[in-house]
């Protein structure tokens, strides 16, 4: 796929995967808009790039998208700069882990606000133009976590599934409009995502960001509404999909505890 004279809106920029997106995307033409609530880190990001690659351009917004209505202000601040958004990278999301009665209520919330109501937002926002456009990108990225119920990590698991679910039933709904739409399933990476959590679990066969990102990229040329980055997570979810549930809590427990 072609990303030359392109605008890309990527969530969740200053780090991991979406900064991957980022790096990769302006490698390939497309100018960017990259939302994080770091505005130090988006900056350095948008230095890098466009000295690597000077023929694009590179917006910062800095919002938290974990708050109500933020989805409707990035959408307001796109407009202020006149883009037109062709590639929809909806990255940003978080999770807590440990038992779930000992979590605190607000982050919760705000994990299930950032991971599904600001991504079906923002979705909503930039996709009818798209299709009138008849072409463009959206990928949401769910994670393998999506495929199994998560002890340890119940919210977490639980957002991601709706991502998958939703995500696979946009695609069906808009295979015959141009538009691309995928899910992409990450299995552990390499990313700020697990030291946010302050504990240690799920440290062995970590993926890099690139490759993740990679692994999106070129799913986009084929026809499938979800892409598993990496052979042991794309075998284990096909596992999941068959196993008996009560299996699967125990292996999914076994999993995610702490080290």
């Known amino acids: 796929m072609q990303f030359g004279n392109s605008t890309a809106l990527i969530t969740g920029a200053s780090g991991g995967i979406g900064e991957e997106f980022a790096v990769a995307l302006a490698a390939r033409g497309a100018d960017l808009i990259l939302v994080a609530r770091r505005a130090d880190r988006l900056e350095a990001l948008r230095e890098r790039l466009t000295e690597r690659h000077p023929g694009i351009t590179v917006d910062i917004v800095t919002a938290d998208l974990a708050r109500p209505g933020s989805g409707a202000e990035l959408a307001a601040r796109v407009g202020e700069l006149n883009r037109d958004v062709d590639v929809l990278v909806n ?24 991971n599904c109501a600001t991504l079906v937002d923002l979705t909503a926002r930039f996709l009818p133009a798209m299709i009138e456009r008849r072409q463009g990108v959206v990928i949401n990225v769910a994670s393998t976590a999506a495929f199994q119920p998560t002890p340890g990590m119940a919210v977490y698991g639980a957002t991601k599934a709706f991502v998958l679910s939703f995500t696979e039933a946009l695609w069906h709904e808009n295979r015959k409009t141009g538009v691309r739409i995928l899910a992409l399933c990450p299995g552990a990476t390499q990313t700020e995502f697990f030291d946010r959590t302050g504990e240690k679990f799920m440290t062995d066969g970590r993926q890099s960001a690139t490759e993740v990102v990679d692994t999106a990229l070129a799913a986009l040329d084929k026809s499938s509404p979800t892409v598993v980055s990496g052979v042991r997570n794309a075998i284990l979810a096909m596992g999941y999909r068959v196993a008996p549930r009560k299996l699967l809590l125990a292996v999914s427990e076994r999993m995610l505890k702490a080290e």
């Open 91 to 114: 990255n940003a999301g978080i999770g807590l882990h440990g038992a779930f009665h000992t979590q605190d209520p607000e982050a919760n919330t705000g994990a299930v606000q950032l």
